[in-house]
């Protein structure tokens, strides 16, 4: 079965990097493109970024572009995060996710806690 498994979250100042990890298994990871996604506390998901199965194509949210970085690993099977330069108003639990032939399928989140 398709799974989805979020790390690398934490607690950070404002100014800090992390870099997120989403290790994936039970479908053809070279076959898709990945999302990560953000929900803050309150909020809605909403979208961060997606990157393309050949990791050629990268789009980014307006409130993370030039401070988060997505890539990919397809020997590995994972798909990462660069956040930097993070703001309080980062904060949230991050998931990764894909879409395999109409079905989403998610990870279950890492929390990033942004604050001074």
């Known amino acids: 079965q398709v799974q989805l498994v979020e790390s690398g979250g934490g607690l950070v100042q404002p100014g800090q990097s992390l870099r997120l990890s989403c290790i994936t298994s039970?479908?053809?990871?070279?076959?898709?493109?990945m999302n990560w996604y953000r929900q803050a506390p309150g909020k809605e998901r909403e979208w961060v970024t997606v990157?393309?199965?050949?990791?050629?194509?990268?789009y980014y949210a307006d409130s993370v572009k030039g401070r988060f970085t997505i890539s990919r690993d397809n020997a590995k099977n994972t798909l990462y995060l660069q956040m930097n330069s993070l703001k309080p108003e980062d904060t949230a639990v991050y998931y990764c996710?894909?879409?395999?032939?109409?079905?989403?399928?998610w990870g279950q989140g890492t929390q990033v806690t942004v604050s001074s």
């Open positions: 990157i393309s199965a050949s990791g050629g194509n990268t």
């Open positions: 996710s894909t879409n395999i032939w109409g079905s989403a399928y």
């Open positions: 039970g479908f053809t990871f070279t076959n898709y493109g």
